[in-house]
């Protein structure tokens, strides 16, 4: 930018409110991923973990894992390469709650509870070591995981 140009936003930016401010912002931000072949496709109120996991994905550094859900949309969740079943539930909670947000839901889930009751399966295999690399049990770049109900147990 030049000197002058900088002045100008800085000038601009001092005589607006705060609310003003951001909503210049949000909506500059928004036209320039519009723009952008890479960011095009993600939410208006991005936040910066999403902008940093999909730049990972375009640098071959994570993958995309696609969550299928009975009767619910499909998830789209991203983790690195080298993550294991942990941090792919992590990587799930999060990714869900921010859907949650987005359409204005404010339902508490019990993630304890979620992880009880249903397992991750990839091509029938279960996901049941939360410690070992989701490389293990094939899970590769844009692959389909599903939840199933674990099974009772009986005595």
Do not use: C
Not at 5 to 24: F, I, K, R
Not at 55 to 84: C, D, W, Y
């Amino acid at each position: 930018m030049t000197r002058m140009t900088m002045e100008y936003v800085a000038n601009l930016a001092s005589s607006l409110s705060h609310d003003e401010l951001l909503e210049v912002t949000q909506s500059s931000l928004a036209t320039l991923l519009s723009k952008d072949s890479l960011m095009k496709n993600l939410p208006s109120d991005i936040i910066i973990e999403e902008i940093l996991s999909q730049t990972a994905v375009e640098h071959g550094q994570s993958i995309t894992i696609f969550i299928s859900r009975e009767s619910e949309p499909t998830l789209k969740v991203i983790v690195p390469q080298n993550a294991t079943v942990r941090n792919l539930k992590k990587a799930i909670q999060r990714h869900f709650q921010l859907f949650q947000r987005r359409a204005g839901n404010t339902t508490k889930i019990s993630w304890k509870y979620i992880w009880k009751t249903y397992t991750l399966n990839f091509d029938s295999i279960t996901l049941d070591d939360d410690n070992a690399p989701i490389q293990n049990y094939g899970v590769t770049n844009k692959v389909t995981l599903s939840f199933k109900k674990k099974k009772v147990k009986t005595k």
